[in-house]
């Protein structure tokens, strides 16, 4: 599997309007997308810190994994994002190595990636994304 760098960090909000702010005016950063990813039952927001991003996510359901997430742990850091060459292959490398698959095949996430994630009972406590270019 070729790893090429953290793609992004998701953190998990309660409200995208109050969020953004803290990033904005006290961290300085500037936020340049946000994208509502329906079947994922997200609204994002982005910021870029040198190539890394910071992917906020604000559930828009509340049956839907992040707004689970937020009621069984609170805001914060929910999954960490790798950018990969080949997400179906390394998806197939790391689940023929025993690691458990939550996507078995590449789906739409949002700034038009293929994503998969990985379960996080294999990876340490970590919920871990793969993310692939179309």
């Known amino acids: 599997m070729n790893l ?8 998990a ?3 995208l ?7 904005e005016t006290i ?17 994002t927001a982005f910021f870029k810190v040198g190539q890394t991003k ?11 994994p ?10 914060g850091i929910h999954h960490l994002a790798f950018a990969v060459e080949g997400v179906e292959k390394a998806l197939q490398e790391v689940s023929d190595k025993g ?13 038009g ?5 990985l379960h996080p009972k294999s990876t340490f406590g970590v919920l871990t994304e793969l993310c692939e270019k179309k």
């Open 17 to 23: 309007d109050e969020a953004i702010p803290y990033y």
């Open 66 to 75: 992040v707004a689970k997430f937020i009621e069984k742990r609170g805001e």
């Open 99 to 111: 690691v458990r698959l939550i996507d078995k095949i590449p789906r739409p996430g949002a700034e």
């Open 54 to 64: 910071l992917e906020l996510l604000e559930p828009t359901d509340a049956n839907s």
């Open 27 to 43: 961290l300085g950063l500037k936020c340049y997308a946000i994208e509502e990813v329906a079947d994922q039952k997200v609204k």
């Open 4 to 11: 090429t760098h953290i793609e992004h960090i998701g953190i």
């Open 13 to 15: 909000v309660k409200n």
């Open 113 to 117: 990636l293929n994503i998969a994630f």
